[in-house]
């Protein structure tokens, strides 16, 4: 992206009507790696890459549990991720502990939206630079919502978001008509596909640098863990969505 | 100065005569009340039992005969409260967050030993108005034995082997010390097992409900282990 005037602060309009600042933070979330989410009827599904800085680094966890019922995949600046976390975990703690129940999902995305809209309204901050992709079951049913740093959020049957999301999101346009009936293992295997559209031709996907998290009706949230995704990832070469259509 | 002896009382009744009639109001509004039960918690190698009547009362009448007293606070430890129950729920309410923070902050569950002792500065901190509780904390140690932590209303805590609260606690410890440990036992047979500690649970609850008006319904134990936790439910004397 090249430099444009106007774009010094975030209480400046540039005469198209465009708040670059805001757009810069949206092209932070581009270039942190893949996440991706899915929901059927029942589950949702959580699937992101991991980067590792070096060979001698750990990779970057990019899934969080914010509650039982809840969980974000980020991307962007981790570190600001790091405080919206904190934040929407403080926030399902008071209200766990004024209502004895679980936070209403949509109504927690709106508080981290209002937070974030905040930033793009002040001279002397910044917007956050991360993209969340929220997963959480309430009684109003089964959610995906994607929060921006623009302050602006939606709901998705399945969305992608970081680099080369645009491949994932094609895939999930074939196949997201198939989601809402899916089992969960079949959500997995899909969420796994798409995330291997967007890997580059010389990397390949084992699980040491993919993260998968679950979270049902009658499941908390929980990490797949090493052997779980090992065997998930052999079963990806014989994965045909084709034949899940012959089953309906 | 100087007031001899035998002149005191004289002396005080004519200095302030508006205090030689005072009588005791009794009848002030109090925040406690005392909600009654018992709870006891044994450790054993490998295992930790904890046991509560589920009988509420307030005074002479019965508020619930399925109350629990018991409360699982992470995998390894349980948190049992004899004295006012709403005491108990604010307490349990306020462990059970903490609890929650502490393991998205170290990504791991608390240690019994860890909780123990938050719940003794918890405890403190409500000094100058106390938490009407009289607790036992039961859990498995870094070893998976079981330890029992026993408390006063303010905090002060030790270790036990095992520990009685709550209104039926100088019936029930007694027959404890004397099966459990031996004390004043003729023939000093401790016993061992899992189930022969079970059973003497049972009958400690049992003698306790037939003399203390205040225990009785059901008694619910848990039983911690590695493995998971197991509860079973007894009946007691129902008057």
Redesign the interface.
Known sequence: MLKHLYDTDCVTWSPQGKLFQVEYAMEAVKQGSICLGLKSSENVVLCSLKRQPSELAGYQEKQF?IDDHMAIAIAGLTADARVLCKYM?TEC?EY??TYESHHPVGRLVFKVAEKSQHKTQSGAKRPYGVGLLVAGIDPNGVHLFETCPSGNYYEYKCQAIGSRSQAARTYFESWFHLFEKSTLEQLVLHGLSAIKKAIMEDEELNEKNVEVGILGKNLKFTHLNAQELKDYIAKLEGFNPNSQIQQE | MYIPVNDMLKHFKQDAPAMANITHKSDQWSPYHDNSGTVLAVGIPGAVIVAGDTRLSNGYNILSRDATKLSQLTDKCVLATAGQYADFIALR?FLQ?RL??YE?QNEVQASTETVAHLLSRELYSRRFFPYYTFNLLAGLDENNHGVVYGYDAIGSYDQMTYGVQGSGQELVVAVLDNQLKGYNKINKTIPQTREEILDIILDCFSCAAERDIHTGDNVEILIITAAGTERIVKPLRKD
């Open positions: 549990k975990r703690l766990k502990y | 309410k967050q929650q923070l998205f």
